[in-house]
């Protein structure tokens, strides 16, 4: 079975202040995708990133930054110098490219960005 | 703007009542997925359909039921409406099963009184 472990319910940080977010795996599948969506305020879900289980190379985007670690089966997520538009719901889901197809999301983690 | 949408916004109901929530997938995206978020609850995953077909199934109640029509729009019904149904109602699209990536819509707020 899988399952994504998102150990951090609520983080509080200064602005500029960078930040991580901490997303913990569990699948026995070799294949398997990786996710990251952001959830502000206003409801809606707003797709991040997406990598593969066999592309373990780091990733920026702007302030954003992923780190792959299939060693410690974890993908982390980093802002630098945060902003209060920063604030938000923060979610780590995982799928695997075989069987039920489902998405299986961590319970998610609250960035609030104080200025 | 995902390109997914999602009617209506709002929706407030009465207990004991049906309601029919509508979602209209991204031009090309053959599989859609339900999701229900609680207040404060993550989302949880209730049912996917592919090319009209049913593919995967998650915590949905018996209450609730879905379809994807031959033009691939889907409907969510929920009947029998309990308080505790009130929630945030996310369809996502994507082009094809599992590893594609899912496009959310702007979600279906349900408040039942």
């Known amino acids: 079975a899988q399952k994504v472990t998102q150990a951090q319910t609520e983080i509080s940080v200064v602005e500029k202040e960078d930040v991580t977010l901490d997303c913990v795996y569990e699948t026995r599948d070799t294949t398997y995708y990786l996710f990251w969506y952001k959830q502000p305020p206003s409801g809606e879900l707003v797709f991040l990133i997406r990598?593969?289980?066999?592309?373990?190379q780091n990733e920026i985007s702007g302030r954003y930054s992923w780190n792959f670690q299939k060693s410690t089966s974890s993908f982390n997520f980093t802002i630098t110098a945060s902003q209060v538009v920063d604030s938000a719901v923060y979610f780590c889901?995982?799928?695997?490219?075989?069987?039920?197809?489902?998405?299986?999301f961590g319970t998610g983690t609250r960035l609030k960005v104080l200025a | 703007d995902s390109g997914v949408t999602q009617t209506p916004k709002h929706l407030i109901t009465a207990t004991g009542q049906r309601v029919t929530l509508r979602c209209s997938p991204r031009s090309g995206d053959l599989s859609v997925y339900w999701y229900q978020q609680s207040l404060d609850q993550g989302l949880q995953f209730l049912i996917q359909?592919?090319?009209?077909?049913?593919?995967a199934k998650g915590n949905i109640l018996e209450r609730f039921s879905a379809q994807q029509f031959p033009d691939l729009h889907s409907e969510l019904n929920l009947s029998s409406l309990e308080l505790g149904d009130s929630a945030l109602y996310f369809c996502?699209?994507?082009?094809?099963?599992?590893?594609?990536?899912?496009?959310f819509g702007p979600g279906t707020r349900l408040t039942v009184l």
């Open positions: 889901a995982l799928t695997v490219a075989s069987g039920t197809y489902k998405y299986i």
């Open positions: 990598r593969n289980s066999f592309d373990e």
């Open positions: 996502a699209s994507s082009v094809a099963e599992g590893r594609n990536t899912q496009y």
């Open positions: 359909y592919y090319n009209g077909e049913e593919r």
